[in-house]
Structures are given as C-alpha cells and as structure tokens.
C-alpha cells in the first residue's frame, strides 16, 4: 500500500472554512486519510513518503464545469480545411494543459466522444476525469446548427460514429436525439436553449425549444437513471423555460431578470457563469481568427453578463465555475476566477466555486470537490496565496504539484527552488 504526507503548506480545503497553516494531507493509494494540522495527524508506521509543499498552498483539484476539449478557437476558413482527424490528436495537448493549469475533473459540453473518455480513463493520454454530454442539442437555425447563407455548412462538432448529429425539432425528434446521444454514453445532455455569441444566424436573446419540447428532454434523461440537463441559455426567456422545465443547470446566463434568478432559487438551478468566454473572443477578433458576428454580439454582452453574475450571486444561486474553454485557449481556465472575484465574489468564494459547489453540480460532491477522508485524491498545491492574489493562480508556474486520483501528474517544485 502506497501511503504519502503532503506537509509544510497552508490548508485551502473547499468547504469555505478558514486556511489552516502547517497542515498536512495524509494519501492511502488514491484516496485521502486523514486531514488537519500536520501535527495533529495520526501517521502509520514508515516506509511513507513525504511530498514537500514547499510553503505553498494545499488545495482540491479544481473542476471547470463547461469545457470542450476537442476544439480550441473557432476559426471557420482554417477549421474548414482542417483533416477531421487532427482535432482528436490536438485534443491530447489540450487536455494535458488542462490537468497542468490545476483542472483535475471537468464536465464537456460539446465534442468529446466516449473514445476520449476511454483514452484518459485508461492511461492512454493524460487528460481531467470528464463527464461528457457528446454533443449539444439544437434547433434547426439554433445556435448549435452553422448553417450558412451561402448554403454551406460548418460543423463546430463534425458528427461521426460516435457523436450524433444534434439537430432536432418537435417533441418527437428530441426524444430520439436524447436517445441517440445517451446510446452514443451521454452522462449528461447538453442543450442550446437560446442563441449565442458564436452562431452565424441567431442572437443570444433568441429562444430555442419549446417549453413541450424542453419537458420531453428533461423527462427522458431523467427516465435514464436519473441523467441532468445542461442548457445554454442567454437570453432572458430561454433562460426561465429552461428553468421551469428542470433543466440541472444554466450556463452563461447572461440576461437575467429578478424572476429568473427567483426560479433559479426556487429550483435549486446552478449558474455557470462562463465570463471569460466573450472576453476570449474579443481577444481573438484582435488578432483576426474569430468571424465578425461572434466578436460582435460578445462586445455587447460583456458587461450585462457580468452584471447579471453579481445579482445572481448576491442573491443566493448556486454557482459553479464554468469557462467554455475551447473558446479560449486551454489552460488559461482560471482566468474565470479573476473575473468572478471582479463580479463580487471574495476569493474564498470563488475557489468554492471551483472545487466545492462544481464537484455539486457533476453530482460527484461525495468523492470530490473538498479535501475530506474518505474522498478521491485529487490535490493542487500552488506556489502563491491565492486567496491574496487570486489571479495568480492565471500564471500555471504557479501551479507546482498536481495530484489525480492519486497520482503525481505534475511537480514543478525544483524549478520553484
């Protein structure tokens, strides 16, 4: 049995509770032992290993709710002539950057198959453990559908064997396509409620699906053991049908009114914010890689988002961090928390956000998200105080020590030296 001390850190452990300083984090195999002031801690006889964490931080691995791993920026002229095979080998250097940035879970909204979910489970590739929704559900002209009016069409998510066409209309067509997504080994189904910021012929204030239509979604994957609904949802109307129709959570969120974070809390209905993702593509409208209509409608959504994040939060909805990373490069995912902190949140708040309340929306509060005996391995230590400069943790040189389920992914100590 392989049992290792992480000493001389600073205990951040999720819940909310105050750092403790001198802690120490006991590991048996893949899950934590005990945890508490290093010496406090009941330690079994040697051989143990001791991980020095260097006077840094002790943290849970974080969890970004809303990514996609298999794309990064949206560049329709290149991504058109791109081989449909690269983006899985592309995929690869993404998510190693992901797990080195401090993301150890994340939940995929869009683009990774079953086969990308094997291939990290199984060691194959480095990559978060992932709950994956195959692929998001539209309406035809939705913000999910890239038809063009020259007749052509993009796929932002080239549907293949194991990923499923998602457009959908009528009560009926939405039941097969959540049949056809949960056959594909959909653990949660993701939606497109409202239109977007990336889509060619809609605007996020537009409302997609019906409320028969939202209710047949939520029913049948329900029916199936109890599966979640992910809904993108904009716009303010979108946003309550979503709502009143069960969906688990709403991501971006960007014109809420009072009644809609009243439903919100009245359903218990996470918000995944997402505000880096407008200002990722503005930044890539500067450099000339994002199409004119997405860094249109993102300029004007910037600071209603933010707004609507700070009524939300200050009003008790359940927020989990979210990045729609893929839109922005991955790695850079805890830029968010720069932003959420911006919007209002302390910098406790936001690391709970990040580990606590995202491991609650997955549904995998009772193996992660806290640094707790009895709960998965998954451990950030970090070079700086994040709770004094929470956009420190922006730079991934500060990320010294990734632990997954046990395992070191990551030690940069020697370079902190």
């Known amino acids: 049995m392989t049992i290792s001390l992480i000493r001389n850190g600073t205990l951040i452990d999720g819940t909310g509770s105050l750092p403790v300083p001198d802690a120490g984090v006991l590991i048996s195999e893949n899950h934590i032992q005990a945890v508490g002031r290093a010496d406090g801690l009941s330690l079994p006889d040697p051989p143990i290993t001791e991980i020095d964490a260097c006077g840094g931080h002790i943290l849970p691995g974080f969890i970004d709710t809303h990514v996609h791993v298999t794309i990064e920026g949206?560049?329709?002229?290149?991504?058109?002539?791109?081989?449909?095979?690269?983006?899985?080998?592309?995929?690869?250097?993404?998510?190693?950057?992901?797990?080195?940035?401090?993301?150890?879970?994340?939940?995929?909204?869009?683009?990774?198959d079953a086969g990308t979910k094997q291939a990290v489970d199984g060691g194959v590739v480095l990559g978060p453990r992932m709950q994956i929704s195959i692929t998001p559900l539209t309406i035809t002209g939705g913000h999910g559908d890239f038809w063009m009016r020259s007749g052509d069409e993009f796929h932002v998510f080239p549907s293949h064997p194991g990923l499923p066409d998602g457009r959908c209309d009528g009560t009926d067509g939405v039941l097969v396509k959540v049949r056809e997504v949960l056959r594909a080994g959909a653990e949660v189904i993701k939606i497109c409620a409202t239109g977007g910021v990336m889509s060619p012929t809609d605007h996020p204030d537009f409302t997609q699906f019906s409320p028969e239509e939202l209710a047949v979604i939520v029913r049948e994957a329900a029916y199936r053991g109890g599966i979640k609904v992910m809904a993108h949802a904009q716009g303010t109307e979108g946003i309550k049908n979503a709502v009143r129709a069960g969906i688990h959570s709403i991501e971006h969120g960007i014109y809420l009114d009072d009644e809609a974070i009243e439903l919100m809390l009245e359903h218990g209905t996470f918000l995944v914010p997402t505000m880096i993702a407008p200002i990722a593509v503005l930044e890539a409208g500067e450099e000339g890689g994002m199409a004119e209509h997405a860094v249109t409608k993102a300029r004007q959504v910037v600071e209603a988002q933010a707004e609507s994040f700070r009524r939300a939060h200050s009003a008790g909805v359940k927020i989990a961090m979210g990045t729609d990373a893929g839109v922005l490069p991955h790695g850079t995912n805890l830029r968010e928390l720069g932003l959420m902190v911006d919007a209002g949140m302390t910098p406790m708040e936001a690391i709970a956000a990040t580990t606590r309340t995202a491991a609650e929306c997955l549904g995998w509060q009772d193996r992660l998200g806290t640094l707790e005996a009895g709960k998965l391995a998954d451990i950030v230590i970090t070079r700086t105080d994040p709770l004094?400069?929470?956009?420190?943790?922006?730079?991934?040189?500060?990320?010294?020590?990734?632990?997954?389920?046990?395992?070191?992914?990551?030690?940069?100590?020697?370079?902190?030296?």
């Open 74 to 112: 949206i560049n329709i002229a290149r991504d058109m002539a791109t081989p449909f095979s690269l983006r899985f080998y592309k995929s690869v250097e993404y998510m190693r950057r992901t797990v080195e940035a401090g993301i150890t879970s994340v939940r995929d909204a869009g683009g990774a």
């Open 388 to 417: 004094g400069d929470i956009r420190s943790l922006d730079d991934t040189d500060n990320i010294l020590v990734v632990i997954k389920d046990g395992e070191t992914v990551k030690d940069r100590r020697k370079q902190a030296r």
